[in-house]
T-cell receptor, first 114, second 109 residues
Framework: DSGVTQTPKHLITATGQRVTLRCSPRSGDLSVYWYQQSLDQGLQFLIQYYNGEERAKGNILERFSAQQFPDLHSELNLSSLELGDSALYFC?????????????FGPGTRLTVT | GNSVTQMEGPVTLSEEAFLTINCTYT??????LFWYVQYPGEGLQLLLKATKADDKGSNKGFEATYRKETTSFHLEKGSVQVSDSAVYFC????????FGAGTRLTVKP
């Protein structure tokens, strides 16, 4: 158990809908990262927050947004969902935003768009 | 931009065989390098890391050396076990995090 929790574990929704994925980092970790894992694209970095502020942005679509709250939990919002958004979404946390610090991954949320 | 290339799988080995999974990278500056492992139905777990050139990361019998001259970070294990069956990801952390495509390893008894 990494100490990172994600809810829900599974989510099934229809095209055009909007969903929110939630992540609670390990106790004391200030950085939260979001990743998308799909069969065709592999594991892709979406976005990083550090202590409430956006720190780095990867291949995140404009339909997607995220935020980190004062209690350090984070939410990833996915809107106008398309079939291609079906994937595993992972959250990870680390103590610092620095490159040498390892990230601890949550168990993931499996999103299925029908 | 930064990128990671790792050998494509799947890789199938017999128990106690020697394992090498190749990983090369392209990066500006001085990135940190990682190997992560993903067991079925789980998230990624850090296996080992190296933060500067010539560093050797090691854990659970796995090793990888940060080679700046060849821009490589190959994963090795002298004797694999059935329990090592998983997907292995090479990763680079510079301005952002980049992962390789993953290599699925199956170890047969």
């Amino acid at each position: 158990d990494s100490g990172v929790t994600q809810t829900p574990k599974h989510l099934i929704t229809a095209t055009g809908q909007r969903v929110t994925l939630r992540c609670s980092p390990r106790s004391g970790d200030l950085s939260v990262y979001w990743y998308q894992q799909s069969l065709d694209q592999g594991l892709q970095f979406l976005i990083q927050y550090y202590n409430g502020e956006e720190r780095a942005k990867g291949n995140i679509l404009e339909r997607f947004s995220a935020q980190q709250f004062p209690d350090l939990h984070s939410e990833l919002n996915l809107s106008s969902l398309e079939l291609g958004d079906s994937a595993l979404y992972f959250c990870a946390s680390s103590t610092s935003g620095m490159s040498s610090y390892e990230q601890y991954f949550g168990p993931g949320t499996r999103l299925t768009v029908t | 931009g930064n990128s990671v290339t790792q050998m494509e799988g799947p890789v199938t080995l017999s128990e106690e065989a020697f394992l090498t999974i190749n990983c090369t990278y392209t990066a500006t500056g001085y990135p940190s390098l990682f190997w992560y492992v993903q067991y079925p139905g789980e998230g990624l777990q850090l296996l080992l890391k190296a933060t500067k050139a010539d560093d050797k990361g090691s854990n659970k019998g796995f090793e990888a050396t940060y080679r700046k001259e060849t821009t490589s970070f190959h994963l090795e294990k002298g004797s694999v076990q059935v329990s090592d069956s998983a997907v292995y990801f090479c990763a680079l952390r510079g301005d952002d995090m980049r992962f390789g495509a993953g290599t699925r390893l199956t170890v047969k008894p």
